[in-house]
């Protein structure tokens, strides 16, 4: 049986291999295609299976991460949890407990309940998520980021990604649109559209929202 990243058995994702509604997502993936710009530089070197973890290509700046970290769990009805699925010290985003879910492949369904994604610890740094389908391909597509090992076997949909590291400020912009993304597909508002430009500098504010 296949495993999760912390090794716990993994069973298949009830929307893992089908084509239903996954490409919904399209009203949000063709805006986006407008202001989402190919990642420069070479992909990072990742590992091929699990624990699916980011080998370089991190951040010099600690601020960085922190930023997004900051940013993160200040996105409305979102708490912040040890990952279920992901390595020791993993930070989850999982949706608080009165907040309206979107559909099961918006989250790591039948492993980690409300999650919809997390943050990998220093020094790796980059993130899971989970995106309509649609849009994640476009993120793989521009080179921000690839798709997760389970979902090339169907033990996880194609809605599942690891966005990378965020090496400066221009990649944190982007990092930052596409976690606001994640968030809109958890709380089941994925047709409402991308959110807007990247802010242009650190701890700008009203960016938590």
Partial sequence: MQRAETGRPISQHPTAGKANDLDQAAAV????????PAR???????????????????????????ELARRAFGLPRVAEAPSAVSLPGARALQLSGSARGGPPEAFFAGLAGREFAHLHPAPDHSM????PA??????????????????ASGRLPPTV?????????????????????????????????????????LHDQGDTQ
């Fill in 29 to 36: 993936s063709r805006p986006l295609g407008t202001f989402l």
């Fill in 161 to 201: 990604v690891m966005f990378y590291a965020p090496r400066n400020q221009h990649d944190l912009g982007i990092a930052w649109r596409l976690l606001r993304a994640s968030h809109r597909f958890a709380t089941g508002q994925a047709g409402t559209g991308p959110a807007g430009p990247p802010p242009a500098r």
């Fill in 134 to 151: 649609a849009l994640a391909r476009a993120a793989c597509q521009a080179g921000w980021a690839e798709m997760h090992p389970l979902v």
């Fill in 128 to 131: 899971h998520m989970c995106l």
């Fill in 40 to 66: 420069t530089g070479p992909r990072p070197v990742t590992t091929p299976g699990l624990p699916h973890a980011q080998l370089d290509q991190q951040p010099e700046d600690p601020a960085i991460p922190a």
